[in-house]
């Protein structure tokens, strides 16, 4: 019994102490587990405190375990600071452990104080974040009393930049010397005259008998084309009669050509003997038996009619009297009227060749490009030309407003009315009038007081110039502005009817207000442009990209 008590009460003991056991293991790899998947994240900068335009060093160092996936801050997240660069991730491993180091260079144009914010590193798809920092952006100081303070500089000559302008004088003599050498080749070069050209100006004897030549080098024969082998055999007599011996025998049957042959030799006027008339019906009539009842001649007829043709148009020729004066012009003119119509032919050929070029070309770029733009590129157009030209960058008034224009704003040489509540100089530049293709108009205010100065009233102020200056019917639409380059302002922008200078007509325009409130004063520009004007659309929006505040230092 005493044994028994004893065995249970140690197997108590064991199961105690095993609990305990299994305990502690429980508590030690958990410990150990979120060791290992917790990361270490440090933050820090080399300065609190720089100049303007100087650049601190942000560096960012995670320790992490080998095969966590680790995510830096990408772009500009660190506003109001500036990322100039971000430098390659640094990798250190130790043991079963990276170390990573992530470096940006920062930096500020603007004097004041600003806070770093809080940057966030995603570690295995998880979020960190770094501490943020105070960081000291100073001015440089400057002596005034050393450095002296100069008027605007008038506008200097400067040399007119090229363009693109050769561009289009190379692609204007690239299609002049296609057009042209299309003209040469279909118009003016003397080509060789083709075989039936060269027939074509024989005189009808001549041509007649080279025709036969022709006939005789034929595969009619050889293919057993009988009847076209006779239609053209009796087709070339008929014409040298017509118009050699003035017989109208194209259009008259066998024996209406052979009753008009005897009656001009019963008269005299052709002198040729029976038997040849006899032959040359002979001849008429086997032709009419192959062409219309499908007979097949023998070879010896068909070299018989062969030879008897050329006896016809060779006796008809002696037969004949000679050509008069007016004759021998006929043939002259006959062989200017071939020559005449042969260049005609040309040169429709060479219109209908230059035309499909430009076409095709036209085509090509109006595809490319669109109907518009060719069309514009081709007759001009103001605001393209505008928007084209080398554009200039230049500081207005003061506190400074940077634009980049078209045109150097020129100064108002009267200074606008002082109708902004809470402001005291006023200064204006501007470009165009209003109405015109393109008006642009900056102006600068300095407040007195900033508690003052109501920045509603001011662009309240704008719209009332406007209407002072034709405009009618405004429509008026207004939203946040945040430029490129980090500066906010007010947009207000919409519709106008106003009446044009040259047309005296009332034309729909579209406008654009951008007013800001930058290092103590009121910056202000207002564009007036047509309103399906996609030149001029593009021309504001270069503009308000442009648009900066320069710290004078």
């Avoid at 260079?105 to 806070?115: K, M, N, R, V």
């Avoid at 920092?133 to 400067?158: F, H, P």
């Avoid at 009619?305 to 006929?330: C, F, S």
């Avoid at 109907?371 to 157009?381: E, M, P, Q, Y």
């Amino acid at each position: 019994m005493i044994d028994c008590y004893k065995n249970k009460e140690f197997k108590k003991s064991v199961l105690a102490n095993a609990g305990n056991w299994m305990l502690l293991l429980f508590v030690g790899c958990l410990q150990f587990s979120f060791a290992q998947t917790t990361p270490t994240i440090k933050s820090s900068v080399d300065s609190t405190e720089i100049k303007i335009g100087e650049q601190i060093n942000f560096k960012v160092e995670v320790e992490a375990d080998s095969t966590a996936q680790v995510i830096f801050p990408e772009g500009q997240t660190f506003m109001p600071l500036e990322v100039v660069e971000a430098f390659p991730t640094d990798t250190f491993a130790k043991n079963d452990k990276i170390n990573l180091i992530k470096r940006y260079a920062l930096t500020q144009f603007d004097s004041g104080s600003y806070t770093l914010p809080r940057q966030q590193i995603m570690v295995n798809n998880k979020p960190y974040f770094t501490d943020s920092l105070r960081i000291e952006v100073n001015t440089v100081a400057v002596d005034t009393t050393k450095q002296k303070m100069y008027d605007i500089k008038g506008l200097a000559t400067v040399d007119k930049p090229m363009g693109n302008w050769w561009k289009w004088l190379l692609g204007g003599l690239l299609l002049a010397a296609l057009v042209g050498g299309l003209l040469y080749w279909f118009v003016f070069r003397k080509k060789p005259l083709t075989e039936e050209e060269k027939i074509a100006l024989l005189p009808p004897y001549d041509r007649a008998l080279a025709e036969l030549k022709k006939l005789d080098e034929s595969k009619y024969l050889i293919q057993s084309e009988y009847k076209e082998y006779y239609s053209e055999l009796t087709n070339i007599v008929r014409s040298y009669l017509e118009e050699d011996a003035h017989i109208s025998a194209l259009e008259s049957t066998t024996d209406e050509l052979i009753l008009k042959m005897e009656m001009l030799r019963d008269s005299g006027s052709l002198k040729i003997d029976d038997e040849t008339i006899k032959q040359f019906k002979n001849v008429l009539q086997t032709a009419d038996l192959v062409k219309f009842a499908k007979s097949t001649p023998e070879n010896s007829i068909i070299n018989r009619d062969r030879k008897t043709i050329e006896q016809i148009v060779v006796k008809t020729k002696e037969a004949l009297p000679e050509p008069t004066e007016e004759e021998l012009m006929e043939q002259e003119e006959y062989v200017e009227e071939f020559k005449r119509k042969k260049k005609q032919r040309q040169i429709k050929y060479a219109i209908a060749a230059g035309i499909t070029v430009l076409l095709v070309v036209g085509g090509i770029f109006t595809y490319k490009y669109g109907f518009n733009t060719i069309k514009d590129s081709v007759f001009g157009h103001p605001t393209k030309s505008l928007l084209e030209q080398e554009w200039v960058g230049s500081s207005y008034g003061y506190p400074a407003i940077y634009l980049e224009t078209p045109e150097v704003l020129r100064r108002e040489k009267k200074a606008p009315s002082n109708a902004m509540t809470g402001t005291s100089s006023n200064q204006a530049f501007s470009y165009g009038d209003m109405g015109s293709n393109f008006y642009i108009r900056a102006s600068v205010a300095t407040y007195k007081k900033e508690a003052d100065f109501d920045a509603k009233k001011a662009i309240d102020a704008a719209l009332d110039q406007v209407e002072k200056a034709g405009a009618k019917n405004m429509v008026v639409k207004q939203e946040k502005l945040t430029t490129p380059t980090g500066k906010e302002g007010n947009k207000v922008f919409g519709t106008l009817e106003i009446e044009s200078p040259e047309t005296n007509k009332t034309k729909e325009e579209a406008y654009v207000i951008l007013s800001f409130v930058q290092n103590g004063g009121f910056q202000q520009v207002i564009m007036v442009y047509e309103q399906d004007d996609n030149y001029a659309k593009e021309i504001v929006e270069r503009v308000t990209n442009s648009i900066d505040f320069k710290t004078e230092s």
